[in-house]
């Protein structure tokens, strides 16, 4: 980062958390899909990869009986998480909500009936035998009617070399294609942000050296771990062609430049 502009951890974790995150929307999508499959509402949320587990803490807002846990081997947005997520829970809620600082890929003494793993985090697997454990982790970390849910973007553009940038109230945020390879779908992702008050630009905030997986991929890898029915859901258009952020179960779509879906894998 030679000559970059300096953030601090404070700003890089709001502006990621104001750009990409929707907290309310995806736990409303779970709490929605897990009653229809399972004819009940589910109380406990493991969130993979979690980060500031933010949506963790959103969780056990919700009902007296939710309870979460965040999982993450980064201390640092797991400190941000604590401080400005889970210190504004009341001391009864913070009863119900625990960080974990640890590896998705050990065992935990405790079952779940939805673990959640967004923001395409697994891709950091790059290897098949590698994302298989993953799911076979994930699998056994479920109550025996749970539910394992991962999100996946792709389309046209994905694959580009190229730097999208986004309008918001306060910031831009930019999401940057320097690399992929066609031969074996390695990636190298960054995240740069553009503060509107001072003008400053933060460079590669963050990065992620990914495999970009396809959603067939990831839909036979969990069946062969283990999951009866794996569903994929596609998000519905808006008068403008742009997402409208309803998705619903579908497994024939026509391609488009950019799209994000959700996948379930039913234990």
Known sequence: MNGATPISVELKHRLYEESVQNHEADLEFMEEQFEHFRKRKPRTVREDFGGTAAMACDWVKLHPENRAWGIDLDPEPMKYG???????????????????????????????????????????????????EYFKKAYEGLNDDGIFMVDIFGGTECYEEQEEETEHDNHSYFWDCDKFNPLTSECLYYIHFKTHEDGKKYEKVFTYDWRHWTPIEIKELMEEAGFSKVYTYWEGEDEDGDGDGEFTLSDTEENCESWVIYIAGLK
């Open 82 to 132: 604590q401080e400005n997520h889970y210190q504004r829970l009341n001391d009864e809620q913070k009863s119900r909500m625990e960080y974990i600082e640890g590896n998705v890929l050990e065992d935990f003494d405790f079952k779940a009936d939805i673990i959640a793993a967004f923001n395409f985090s697994y891709f950091i697997f790059k290897k098949r035998a590698q994302l298989l």
